[in-house]
């Protein structure tokens, strides 16, 4: 409830007006996914909302499975749904239910409107269909069986569900408008033949309603006062109208708003699962996907994914979120309470060569600078370390604040050392920095004050532990991969980058986390320890996102 008491937009504002006015004493909204699929970020936005009005005015919100189309549907993705709106945190109570639960009474209204004469049964193929459906500048033709006797298209229909016809030889029509400017009002089908088991009424039906004709009597049945829906559904309003009207039933209210389009990413599922039978990704929950099992597995949070949607708001106007801003959500939240640690990606050996052999000391890790009550750790420290390649250069340019020959920097946690050389190997390249540290410096302050602008993270050589690491990136490699206007294969655009694997040495208290916890890795990002793929004492990290947020520094953060 908190979480949405402070949200306004004009859908809200219609559900406010609508309380206001006593048109409606409960709110009751619902979330209708189509089981052909596992959901993605965009499902999310319409989740915190339908959810969140629900819990606002508190109201209640339904998952529904609008099951009416068995070819393309699947138990795995009904069960995967079911997880995924839960993991958002949000409760449906006993209000779960399905399209087919409705298919006994959907096919008594579909009789009653062949004996308004308002249905009819054809017989045109597909393409024939097309044909005489016409363009929006240019009328429909009325199909020859448009007018077909009352009797023998209520007889026909029956004979469809008795299964006595093959998959396509008929379908039953809506009788509405030929000449409608809005294609959907052409005499859409509204039943078809499907010889094909379903995953939730099994091989009861061989007839299945389309979704258009399905979508608003399961609102009419179970009384959602505001059906909310994407913007591509305003062309279907109408329809929506129609039928209710025709058949006199109880009237929801369909809204639309403007869906979700993401930067760098695809948004259809079409296209989504076009990767993954493809082989271009690891399943439906490969962390470079945007579904939600994906960012599940990446590492993202609930609450980062709720803060997120809140952030985007809900309008009427389509346009394209910078990913940027869901990558900003998660670091927003991490920042404050993933705990600290050391962790070198890409190692280089660092000698200390005036540290006592066989020394080593304890040094105090701060684990979360944001959450005093988060406490410290301790770190050993020794001679020989291991830091990032990245943060030693030869020849360093002027800007360059970490190590090079004769340069000062601070150990974070430790000390102030001096670099006094390196060697090479044969190759040329750098395999070893050689420095001197200041005993008088520990904790990495200088007594005489002097200042130091460099600070880089390490690990004890004698006490790093192995981990594997994924680097994941982003999938695509331009703004608008599914930007097809010429003609383009959204797969031209794969990032060939966008998954490395690496081994990394970590402090052993990264070594030691449990599945699915999260971590700074400090300097370098945040890193979640994957709950599928991670054991006991030998987790395996996914770089959820790099430290470097790129939406704050858009809006001057």
């Not at 959810?51 to 549907?73: M, S, W, Y």
């Amino acid at each position: 409830m908190s979480e949405n008491a402070e949200l306004s937009d004009f859908i809200r504002d219609i559900v406010r007006e609508d309380l206001k006015t006593g048109k409606h004493s409960e709110i009751v909204t619902r979330f209708p996914p189509e089981p052909n699929g596992y959901l993605h970020i965009g499902h999310a936005k319409s989740i915190c909302l339908n959810f969140g009005i629900a819990a606002q005015f508190g109201g209640r919100c339904h998952l529904r499975f609008d099951d009416t189309n068995p070819v393309k549907e699947d138990q795995e993705y009904i069960d995967a749904i079911i997880e995924d709106v839960r993991w958002l945190g949000f409760n449906w109570g006993e209000h779960l239910y399905y399209a087919s639960d409705y298919f006994e009474q959907m096919y008594e209204w579909a009789l009653a409107l062949i004996r308004k004469d308002n249905a009819y049964v054809c017989t045109l193929s597909p393409e024939e269909f097309k044909d005489y459906r016409g363009v929006p500048n240019r009328p429909g033709r009325e199909s020859p069986w448009r007018n077909r006797a009352v009797e023998e298209s209520e007889d026909l229909f029956k004979r469809m569900r008795a299964g006595e016809f093959a998959d396509g030889q008929y379908v039953l029509r809506a009788k509405i408008d030929m000449a409608s400017p809005n294609l959907h009002m052409r005499d859409p089908v509204i039943y078809r033949i499907k010889h094909a088991s379903h995953p939730h009424a099994g091989d009861k039906w061989c007839i299945y309603p389309t979704y258009d004709f399905a979508h608003g009597l399961e609102d009419s049945i179970e009384k959602i006062t505001h059906s909310i829906c994407t913007l591509e559904f305003e062309v279907h309003r109408p329809l929506y109208d129609w039928f209710l009207k025709a058949l006199a039933v109880y009237h929801p209210r369909q809204i639309e708003f403007a869906r979700l389009n993401l930067s760098y990413t695809v948004m259809s599922k079409r296209m989504l699962l076009e990767l993954v039978r493809d082989g271009i990704v690891n399943g439906w929950d490969d962390p470079r996907m945007p579904t939600i099992a994906g960012l599940r597995r990446r590492g993202y949070t609930p609450e980062a994914i709720r803060a997120f949607c809140a952030a985007i708001g809900v309008t009427k106007y389509n346009g394209i979120t910078d990913i940027a801003l869901l990558e900003h959500c998660i670091r927003d939240e991490l920042n404050r309470t993933a705990a600290r640690r050391m962790a070198v990606l890409n190692p280089l050996k660092l000698v200390i060569e005036n540290y006592p052999e066989g020394q080593v000391d304890e040094l105090e890790g701060i684990n979360n600078p944001e959450d005093p009550s988060a406490g410290s750790r301790k770190i050993s420290f020794s001679r020989e370390l291991y830091i990032e390649r990245d943060d030693f250069m030869e020849e360093p340019p002027k800007k360059f604040f970490r190590m090079g020959p004769g340069r000062e920097v601070r150990l974070r946690y430790g000390y102030l050392v001096q670099c006094t050389g390196f060697e090479k190997d044969a190759q040329g390249n750098i395999t070893e920095v050689r420095c001197t540290y200041d005993p008088e410096t520990r904790g990495g302050n200088a007594p005489d004050g002097r200042k130091v602008k460099g600070t880089i993270h390490w690990v004890s050589a004698a006490h790093a532990q192995r981990c594997r690491v994924r680097l994941y990136d982003r999938l695509f490699n331009v703004e608008r991969p599914a930007d097809v206007e010429q003609g383009e294969d959204f797969k031209q655009h794969l990032n060939p980058d966008s998954i490395g694997e690496i081994e990394a040495l970590v402090e052993p208290a990264v070594a030691a986390v449990e599945p699915g916890s999260r971590l700074q890795f400090e300097r370098l990002g945040y890193f979640y320890a994957d709950h599928i793929d991670s054991q006991p004492d030998a987790p395996v990290f996914n770089r959820i996102v790099p430290l470097k947020d790129a939406w704050a520094k858009k809006r001057g953060g």
